[in-house]
């Protein structure tokens, strides 16, 4: 039987807004009473088009914004109640991959400070030398050269860049990692490497992933479980192929349908058989 490492309930993130300079203040239901759970070394996606709340949620579930109601649980204990101290070390457990590789690395630091900062904030290591061999280690597992150690983001591409901020995501070995669009900014083909990248590494290192997209046919290629959302809300959850297979919501049906199809619509000539 698969160990439950995380588990969602019920979790909401609500704003209070005015409507226009002297209207009322109205209510948005960014995020709606969701809830889910992650097992270990699975991947769940987590899906639906711009606005409905999945990187809300996923802000939640880190605290970087305050949740407004809901339990997060960690191996059974409530990240939503814990205080300061108590965060920063759960936070060790649980990391995040950025959809713009370029704006989520600060370009004053070189590759080596960037992925080797979470070790630093956490006091991991007892020697500058234990430091750069473990920075160094890292880099090698996600395909860069350690001749990179030095060098500035400015110098490296779209997918190189990726690369450093999934280093530094993995460097402290969490257990969970969150990938916000991780692809998205890349070309296709760049794309299928970090995705081979990411299943390499969790077999690897054991990570289990929440994957938020918005595109299903990457979607297809890295998830165990998808929960659908729409409007703050988890429309539909399944099994992958549950999922692809199968839709029962309305709105899944309308995601599957959008996802492009080789051939779909060539015409037939005389060459074609």
């Known amino acids: 039987m698969s160990e439950k490492i995380l588990e969602v309930k019920n979790l909401k993130k609500h ?3 005015r409507n226009g300079f002297f209207g009322k ?3 948005i239901k960014a995020v709606d009473g969701i809830s889910f759970s992650l097992e270990k070394g699975q991947t769940l996606a987590i899906v639906g088009e711009s606005g409905c709340g999945k990187s809300t949620a996923m802000k939640s579930l880190l ?3 305050e949740p407004t109601e809901g339990e997060i649980l960690l191996h059974g204990k409530d990240i939503a109640k814990l205080n300061q101290n108590e965060l920063k070390q759960s936070r060790k457990a649980i990391k995040m991959i ?5 704006s989520a690395l600060n370009p004053r630091m070189t590759v080596q400070n960037i992925i080797g900062e979470p070790l630093d904030i956490a006091k991991a290591y007892k020697t500058q030398e234990e430091r750069r061999q473990r920075i160094l280690e890292t880099m090698n597992l996600v395909g860069l050269d350690s ?13 190189q860049r990726q690369r450093i901020g999934i280093a530094r995501a993995i460097i402290l070995k969490p257990e969970i990692i969150i990938c916000d669009e991780p692809v998205s900014a890349l070309d296709v083909s760049v794309q299928a490497k970090i995705i081979n990248l990411l299943k390499d590494l969790q077999k690897q290192l054991g990570i289990s992933y929440i994957f938020i997209s918005h595109d299903l046919s990457v979607v297809k290629h890295i998830s165990d479980k998808i929960e659908v959302m729409y409007k703050g809300k988890i429309v539909e959850e399944g099994t992958k192929n549950e999922i692809f297979a199968n839709p029962k919501n309305e709105y899944t049906k309308l995601l599957l349908s959008s996802v492009p199809k080789i051939g779909k619509g060539k015409r037939k000539g005389k060459d074609d058989n």
Request: charged share 30%; no cysteine; proline share 7%.
């Open 15 to 17: 704003y209070k807004v």
């Open 25 to 27: 203040k109205e209510i």
């Open 63 to 65: 605290r970087i914004i």
């Open 98 to 102: 950025f959809q713009d590789p370029y």
């Open 147 to 159: 001749s990179y150690a030095e060098r500035y983001p400015h110098e490296f591409s779209g997918g």
